[in-house]
């Protein structure tokens, strides 16, 4: 375990305030800065995505460089879910490529995919918890026919990724018993399980409280600090995704609007944007929420 | 007229492609299963549990069938003066036709619908896809192990259940006709080859066989829609059985010729 969680469980120990640690924000750890002259490690090249003839996605351009945090934002049904699925080849463009490691795996059969995505993790919008298993079982999948591990290695890793996604102890629960959040935190455990290079995360903090999305935010980061894992995030937490992200893709009609650092997000004038960061209801709707 | 050709057409073109997805799913489980993809522990599970599922009704089911059918035999055979070959006839009967193709129609109804249920509502939520993402083929992953479970399952329980008809035979042939035991299965060792028997369980592994695939199937290829999973299951069960039927037809042909 890493310095900083040690000096919060430490500090979590007296027994007059247990709900230390939970209460406290967990500092954001803090990361070296993202080297972006060599290869990138995804390159989207003129992505189009059409379902039942209708175009959810086009011209779709960006690179994701190692070790980066990249989120992506949109409202609802702008096609951030979608535009993800492509990344991991769960889906395929119409046209256009997806690079990974200099390869097209928009062009991949199954088989060549299943060596890509060792590399990869994902952690699903809903969820997608296997229901007939318990959590340790859908925690350890990834690995269960890795013999390069030991099965108390394998269930070492798992009590730790739980711990850190503070379900330590849910090991032979059902997916069932859990609450909609709870299983959240399982999928992200799950998807970092096997190390991956690459990970995907769908909506990591929705159906959270402001507390534990902040920590989610926070585990995100770290993971990238201690392993150089590469993460992209789907969220429309604002403020957790301009805290954490090196750089932010906005999805609006269909195509980017804009990719760019969190301090130019906040500083643009792309009306879409601007109501965006700045918590502003669309003309459309009534009322206006008070700017940030 | 005209929409009723183009109707039929459709259906036929429908058909088509139905069959089409159903042969490279079986295409696609057999280079799974000559490449030795085969997780242990699910099959066992799945196994047991088309096993354990299916057991109860195909007893019940096989039990009354071979009471009915030992009652109408007794009758006639008595009527022929041929009472002595009311065992044999009962068992070469179960060892034919009814311990496979009725075990295998209870099996599709219990564990054929259970495999497109299950299938189609991990389909509906995504864990097909989280299945995908952790580099694991779903054919691999759910649909072998349950191809297994049919193919080595449907036999087993085709044998029981036979064995259950006879059994359950007996007692019709001992309270109405006065059947002693002796006779009655004595007629059997007598006049069964052991090729009737053989060919009856050929036919409960394609049985088993398009169980399996057709509930997984209409699993994998749920929509995804909670009210999907329904039909899906419904369909894994209407289809199968026709299927059955008209397997069940050819490999009477080819199996006694
Ligand atoms: N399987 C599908 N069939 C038809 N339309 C689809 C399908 N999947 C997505 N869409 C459409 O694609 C668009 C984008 O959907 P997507 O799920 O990617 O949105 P999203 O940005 O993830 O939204 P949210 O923030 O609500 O999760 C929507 O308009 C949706 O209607
Ligand atoms: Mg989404």
């Known amino acids: ?87 991991i080849a769960l889906d395929r463009p119409d046209e256009g490529s997806v690079i990974f490691h200099n390869e097209d795996i928009a062009r991949l059969d199954e088989d060549d995919l299943n060596r890509v995505r060792k590399s990869m993790g994902m952690c699903f919008q809903y969820s997608a918890l296997f229901d007939s298993m318990t959590v340790g079982d859908n925690v350890s999948f990834s690995v269960r026919n890795d013999r390069s591990m030991s099965d108390d290695e394998k269930r070492e890793k798992v009590a730790d990724l739980l711990a850190m996604v503070e379900m330590a102890g849910t090991e032979h629960r059902m997916p069932a018993e859990l609450s909609g959040g709870m299983r959240k935190r399982v999928s992200i455990a799950r998807a970092l399980m096997d190390d991956p290079e690459l990970v995907f995360y769908d909506e990591p903090s929705s159906g959270l409280d402001p507390v534990m999305s ?77 700017p940030r | 007229m005209l929409s009723v050709l183009s109707a039929l057409g459709a259906g036929f073109l429908k058909g088509l492609s139905y069959i089409g997805e159903l042969s490279e799913l079986h295409m696609r489980t057999l280079i799974h299963l000559f490449r030795g993809a085969v997780e242990r522990k699910t099959t066992i599970a799945q196994m047991s549990h088309v096993g354990v599922s299916s057991l109860p009704i195909v007893v019940v089911t096989m039990l009354f069938s071979g009471m009915v059918m030992s009652y109408h035999i007794a009758d006639q055979a008595l009527m022929l003066g041929a009472g002595a070959y009311i065992g044999w006839m009962v068992a070469e009967t179960m060892a034919r036709e009814l311990g496979p193709a009725l075990t295998a129609i209870v099996v599709a109804a219990r564990a054929g619908s259970s495999m497109a249920a299950e299938l189609g509502t991990m389909k509906v939520t995504e864990q097909i896809d989280a299945l995908r993402t952790m580099a694991t083929d779903p054919v691999q992953y759910l649909v072998v192990p349950r191809y297994l479970a049919g193919m080595i399952m449907v036999p087993m329980l085709a044998l029981i259940g036979g064995l259950i008809g006879v059994l359950g035979g007996f007692v019709i042939a001992d309270t109405t006709a006065g059947m002693t035991a002796a006779a009655y299965f004595n007629s059997i060792r007598a006049n069964l080859e052991l090729w009737t028997i053989a060919a009856g369980i050929i036919k409960a592994v394609f049985f088993g066989v398009i169980i399996a695939v057709i509930g997984c199937h209409q699993g994998l290829y749920t929509e995804k829609a909670s009210e999907e999973v329904g039909r899906a299951t419904t369909r894994a069960v209407v289809y199968a059985i026709m299927l059955i039927y008209i397997a069940n037809l050819a490999l009477t042909m080819v199996l006694f010729p």
């Open chain 1, 214 to 290: 902040c920590n989610i935010s926070g585990l995100i980061r770290k993971v990238s600090a201690d392993t150089g894992a590469t993460a992209v995030i789907v969220s429309h937490d604002v403020d957790n995704m301009l805290g954490i992200a090196d750089r932010i893709l906005m999805l609006h009609d269909r195509t980017t609007a804009l990719i760019g650092t969190p301090d130019e997000m906040r500083s643009s004038d792309i009306p879409i944007i601007r109501r965006f960061v700045h918590g502003l209801a669309s003309d459309q709707m009534t009322g206006r929420c008070s």
């Open chain 1, 1 to 87: 375990m890493p310095e900083t969680e040690n000096v919060l469980t430490e500090q979590a120990q007296p027994e007059e305030i247990p709900d230390d640690d939970t209460l406290a924000v967990r500092e954001i750890p803090r990361r070296d800065p993202v080297d972006r002259t060599g290869e990138p490690l995804l390159s989207i090249r003129d992505v189009r995505r059409e379902i039942d003839g209708e175009i959810i996605l086009t011209d779709i351009n960006f690179d994701v460089w190692p070790g980066e945090i990249f989120g992506i934002m949109g409202m609802s049904g702008s096609g951030k879910t979608t535009l993800l699925r492509l990344l």
